[in-house]
């Protein structure tokens, strides 16, 4: 008797019924109700690793931004490399490994020659060195068609007191320097080289220490009456007479030649009103300065957020997958709901190998793709760290979802919608389509749609690979 109430038992488990889902089929409403309990629970776990995920947010972005950061180290070093090459003609090895290696590139500043030897005056004295320059003054930042007009004024100097102060300045001048005022002066088209004479001679005057005494420029002291805005909108006459106050209290060489510029700029008003500080570029070797942007006020906190967001679905992803295969689970018969612990394990491996391809393969050939634009068109590269973050949110989750494939072709394979043979047979297609929903899942650029697609066709293979290995139990449907 014992015998035969358990044999039947056993024959019943290796060979089941033919209408299977007698006693486990589910109804629809049934169906429904167990999909919203899972899916509360995924929330539920979901929003409990984003908790967990704001309290981690800043090693996440330190983390998450690391691929951009090296795009635009090797998007900037490129740029330097070219630059350097097309302005040497050539560049050294050693000094392009430099270059990399030490994430430096050079860049032109503008700096008062004034200011510099000023700053590096302390140094020099520590080695016993010293620098002897004198500061070219205002006169050589005058333009070309400024120095013509003084020029011909020098020749014929206006009448009344400023025709005097012309001709004092003048005298001045060395006999080549009045020799190049004169051609400048006459000439059409005058030779740069005259041109650089008159300012010269300018210079010479500013640098004429006891200048400033002569008697054409007694008035200028006296009377204030004549306004002109020398550097950043400063009056002379005020300028002038803070000078002549201080020179007055403690004269020096550079308080005469103070006083000197500001009169030769009286002299010749119109023609220095347009006047800059003078400035020589310079290059200097500074770190790249590859951090993200935040343009908006509000983009610290979205951030944060996102990030929060990224390292949840990370942290809770477990138990997401679980609580997806559970609700698969409850539609299977008893003796296939074991090879649930065995889809589990896997379609969590295939998530995160989808989310390590895209972090640390497509990253950086799509962000150099797309930077080459920059450079081809001359645009300044600043990204946003708020977009960064989104694209990092979608990409590597659309890879992940996408590795899927395999479990999904398997799964199909199991319920007899599809045949090993329909798989092969319909390869083609199956490419095709991968390249469909590869462009739909990544960004409108070729690069990412080309690494997805890839290993997607490998895996549709091995998809049938492992349909092979483990076989449906029921015939695939006609």
Not at 271 to 298: G, N
Request: glycine share 6%.
């Amino acid at each position: 008797m014992a015998n035969q109430t358990v044999t039947p038992r056993l024959t019943a488990a290796r060979r089941p019924n033919d209408d299977l889902f007698e006693t486990t089929r589910m109804s629809f409403g049934e169906h429904l109700e167990e999909l919203r309990r899972v899916l509360v629970r995924a929330v539920i776990g979901l929003g409990i690793g984003t908790a967990i995920g704001l309290f981690v947010a800043t090693q996440v972005v330190a983390f998450l931004t690391r691929p951009l950061e090296r795009a635009m180290r090797k998007y900037e070093q490129n740029l330097a490399v070219q630059r350097l090459a097309a302005e040497r003609g050539w560049l050294s090895p050693d000094l392009k490994k430099w270059l990399e290696g030490d994430a430096r590139a050079p860049r032109t500043v503008m700096v008062d020659p004034e200011q510099l030897m000023a700053a590096l005056a302390p140094y020099l004295e520590q080695t016993g060195e010293v620098a002897e320059w004198q500061p070219p003054r205002f006169a050589q930042q005058l333009t070309a068609e400024s120095l013509v007009r003084i020029a011909k004024q020098l020749v014929e100097p206006p009448h009344g007191e400023n025709g005097a102060r012309v001709q004092a300045i003048g005298q001045v001048f060395t006999a080549d320097e009045r020799a190049a005022v004169e051609r400048v002066a006459q000439a059409a088209a005058p030779v740069p080289a005259d041109v650089r004479q008159v300012a010269s001679g300018l210079n010479a005057v500013c640098n004429r220490v006891e200048f400033f005494e002569q008697e054409p420029f007694a008035p200028m002291f006296r009377d204030a009456h004549w306004l002109f805005h020398f550097m950043f909108g400063v009056s002379v006459d005020r300028q002038l007479r803070e000078l002549l106050d201080k020179h007055r209290a403690e004269p020096t060489d550079d308080t005469r030649r103070g006083l000197n510029e500001l009169l030769v700029a009286g002299t010749f008003a119109t023609e220095f009103s347009a006047l800059r500080k003078p400035l020589v570029p310079l290059e200097i070797w500074s770190e790249l300065d590859v951090r993200p942007q935040s343009l908006a006020a509000t983009d610290g906190f979205m951030i944060w957020m996102k990030a929060g967001l990224i390292a949840g679905i990370f942290i809770s992803s477990p138990w997401v997958f679980y609580q997806l295969w559970s609700f698969v689970a409850a539609g299977l018969y008893p003796h296939e709901k074991r090879y649930v612990h065995i889809y589990l394990p896997v379609s969590l491996g295939l998530f995160f190998s989808g989310i390590a391809v895209a972090f640390f393969f497509v990253f950086d050939p799509v962000l150099g793709f797309l930077f080459s634009f920059n450079a081809k068109m001359g645009i300044a590269l600043q990204p946003r760290i708020n977009e960064w973050l989104s694209f990092v949110l979608f990409l590597p989750l659309g890879f992940g979802v996408a590795f899927q494939l395999p479990l999904v072709m398997l799964f199909l394979y199991r319920l007899g919608i599809f045949s090993i043979q329909q798989y092969l047979s319909k390869w083609r297609i199956a490419v095709m389509v991968i390249f469909v929903i590869s462009m739909l899942l990544t960004p409108a650029e070729p690069i990412s749609m080309i690494l997805l697609a890839a290993p997607l066709t490998v895996l549709y293979f091995l998809g049938v690979g492992l349909c092979h290995w483990l076989p449906s139990h029921r015939p695939a449907a006609v």
